[in-house]
């Protein structure tokens, strides 16, 4: 068993991610798992991500606050334990557009 507190979570930077902080909580340098890797981002009231896509799936959670989630064809607020699922390829950008910070879940293959 590998456990990763909280408060011993480490960031890790990731690219054109703005007013966000991400901490990794399984999975990578965090743990050694095989096929997916976990991360926690708090995005501060305006944080936000660019449009990207990337070669493999996502699925967020959203565990506190609410997160806009918008593609090139579609934007949905997630609230409370909304989840979805972004397919291979698919672009998507993370708003949050409220005045209190949010928190979201991140899991993808490794």
């Not at 798992?33 to 990207?52: A, E, M, N, V, Y």
């Not at 291979?88 to 209190?100: D, F, K, Q, S, Y």
Request: glycine share 8%; net charge neutral; charged share 25%.
């Amino acid at each position: 068993m590998q456990v990763t507190r909280y408060a011993d979570a480490r960031p890790y930077e990731a690219p054109e991610h703005y007013d966000m902080r991400c901490l990794r909580l399984q999975g990578k340098e965090a743990t050694q798992t095989d096929r997916i890797w976990i991360g926690l981002s708090h995005l501060l009231p305006g944080g936000r991500t660019s449009l990207k896509d990337a070669a493999v799936e996502k699925i967020y959670i959203v565990v506190g606050g609410e997160v806009t989630i918008e593609t090139p064809t579609e934007s949905v607020t997630l609230g409370f334990l909304d989840s979805c699922r972004l397919a291979p390829g698919e672009a998507r950008a993370l708003v949050n557009r409220t005045n209190a910070p949010a928190s979201i879940l991140l899991a993808m293959p490794t």
